[in-house]
């Protein structure tokens, strides 16, 4: 008769492991000897043997059980469902790995390709990273609320980083980013803001505004993603948007002309 540890070495595993199986009804438990010990013999070496093995194969403890007592149909019928679920549990697992995989770029958490390739885009035209990053993040804002209009929205962007007064813009920003906070450089981004607002003013373009960005609220929250900047930017933003006023217009994230008391009015 075998002690316990006696019983787990001869069967390959783990005394834990013995007294796991004991507890969830997979081996019988025998009862005590006069000297209070459990001892085993030789059916309990084999089905724990048996135990191991399935459960080696992958399959689940909760269906061993019902494996060691089939007969040899109802076997063959359990393990083709156990192993077709385990086909779709690697699949699973392959997808997880492939969107591990494209993590590694930083840019793809939470977003979809289309903005992530915008993204690489305004890096190749020289935007600062810091600049790529805030519209990183209001993507991912964007993106969880209108999953279904990012397509719309980046054929829109992309149109826009053709335009040469966009990539003088990128240009100027790069300059204040990376030092540059002149009162003339700031005012000079003003300008191209204010300019290329007026032109897409005269194509209708700011008229859906409304419809894009309908909720008041989420546009606030969209721009406070400039506070990850730190103080600096929520400096230079305030700013900014105080020569934007100067000009006519309010706004960076919903572009709108403002009076001369510096109420906004509907777009023209």
Known sequence: MLTIGQLAAYSGVTTRAVRHYHQIGLLPEPERDASGYRTYAAPA??????????????????????????????FISAVADIDRRLRGKIRELQEHRRRIAKLAAGDSLALPPAVTAYLDRMRSLGAPEAMVEMERDAWILIA???????????????????????????????????????EARLAEIADLVVEMAEQAASRGEL????????????????????????????????????????????????????NQSGTDTHPA
């Open 45 to 74: 070496v084999v089905r724990l043997i048996r135990i191991r093995t399935l459960a080696e194969a992958g399959v689940p403890l909760a269906r061993v059980q019902e494996l060691l007592t089939a007969e040899d149909e109802g």
């Open 144 to 182: 969880a609320q209108w999953p279904e209009k990012i397509g719309e929205f980046m054929a829109e962007k992309e149109a826009y980083l053709d335009d040469p007064l966009m990539l003088r813009f990128l240009r100027t920003m790069g300059a204040v980013f990376t030092g540059d906070e002149s």
């Open 207 to 258: 008229d859906h505004q409304d419809e894009a960005l309908p909720d008041g609220s989420f546009v606030d929250l969209l721009d406070t993603v400039v506070l990850a900047g730190g103080p600096r930017m929520v400096r230079l933003r305030d700013r900014l948007q105080e020569l934007m006023v100067e000009r006519g217009w309010s706004g960076l994230v919903k572009l709108e002309r403002v």
